[in-house]
């Protein structure tokens, strides 16, 4: 999503797992780098996982982003899709995503400019 090989981002889920707070402000400081925030959309657990897909491919085609769920192996994961379809999953047994977060929401992350423009 951002142009870089997977070694030059942090792996923030490993080093701030059990620290919400610290892992936001980690992500935060890594994509202002880069003139970027993350825009987060909650999706309700109830929702189905192809009307989660089929609604980022209606409201922004063509544009990356990131999706969080349960994966087949129980975790919370987070895979890289592309309209409605995940399009990589760094997962050695690509175990995808197969519904809600333990939090009960699918979780998804666009990149944005987090720069204003001069009116």
């Known amino acids: 999503m951002l142009d870089l090989s997977p070694e030059e981002v942090p792996h923030f889920g490993e080093m701030y797992w059990d620290k919400d707070d610290e892992w936001r402000t980690a992500v935060d400081a890594f994509l202002a780098q880069y003139g970027l925030r ?8 109830e929702t189905p996982l192809a009307d989660v897909l089929a609604t980022a491919a209606a409201s922004n085609p063509g544009t990356y982003y990131l999706l969080s769920g349960k994966s087949k192996n129980g975790t919370n994961h987070v895979v890289i899709g592309l309209d409605g379809a995940i399009v ?4 050695l047994d690509e175990s995808g995503i197969v519904g809600p977060c333990s939090d009960g929401l699918y979780w998804m992350e666009y990149m944005g400019s987090n720069k204003m423009r001069a009116a």
Do not use: T
């Not at 990589?88 to 997962?91: L, S």
């Open 38 to 45: 993350s825009i987060w959309i909650a999706f309700s657990g």
């Open 88 to 91: 990589w999953d760094p997962a």
